[in-house]
């Protein structure tokens, strides 16, 4: 069956113009979860790139790194790297990786007590899963296991970050925090975190 001309293409437009008005449809009908990870990528591109078939672009990113929450999580550096990544499309896919941080933090910073590893896990792996230096953070919590911050104490190498017991207690401290969740990545193996409770004061 012969595919219905969208008005970008009966106006004689570029065929790409066609194409981002079927994408944009599919998604405000079905959801994100009824697209590819390069079409999902095209509608972050659309934005920052008004004038260019952007599917080569996106399916490009994915056999670089893999798949779409490696290629937001992705370096900016790494991302130019690649032929046809503008400042302007490396700002977009940032700006999805900070919206998701974002997100996953507010439902943990709501001060509720952390019952549920699998919640603190799930946020952890947001924050930290794709990066490719090894990262020791803290959340400091409350007697009633509230979050009351989550810190990046150290940045390291592939496969060490520097950890500082003094200044961890200081902040601790500072914070006047009775538990605290000890988290680092393993860069090597992207989806493995390690998490330590410590003991209350």
Avoid at 18 to 33: I, K, S
Wanted: charged content about 30%; aromatic content about 6%.
């Amino acid at each position: 069956m012969k595919q219905p001309v969208s008005a970008s293409e009966a106006a004689g437009a570029p065929h790409y113009f066609g194409h981002r008005d079927r994408l944009r449809e599919r998604f405000r009908a079905a959801g994100g979860d009824a697209l590819a990870d390069y079409e999902l990528l095209e509608l972050v591109l659309f934005r920052a790139i008004p004038r260019r078939d952007v599917k080569p672009l996106a399916k490009a990113l994915l056999a670089r790194f893999g798949s779409f929450a490696e290629v937001v999580a992705a370096r900016p550096e790494r991302l130019k790297e690649i032929d046809g990544m503008s400042e302007a499309a490396v700002l977009e896919i940032k700006i999805i990786q900070q919206a998701a941080k974002r997100f996953a933090k507010s439902n943990v910073e709501k001060r509720r007590p952390l019952a549920s590893f699998s919640a603190v896990l799930d946020y952890c792996r947001t924050a930290m899963a794709f990066l490719d230096r090894e990262e020791f953070r803290i959340l400091f919590l409350d007697r009633k296991n509230a979050l009351i911050a989550d810190e990046v104490q150290s940045v390291g190498t592939v496969d060490h970050a520097p950890v500082y017991p003094r200044e961890v207690m200081r902040r601790a401290l500072e914070l006047n925090a009775t538990a605290m969740i000890l988290v680092h990545n393993h860069p090597t193996q992207p989806i493995s975190i390690t998490l330590d409770h410590a003991p209350n004061r």
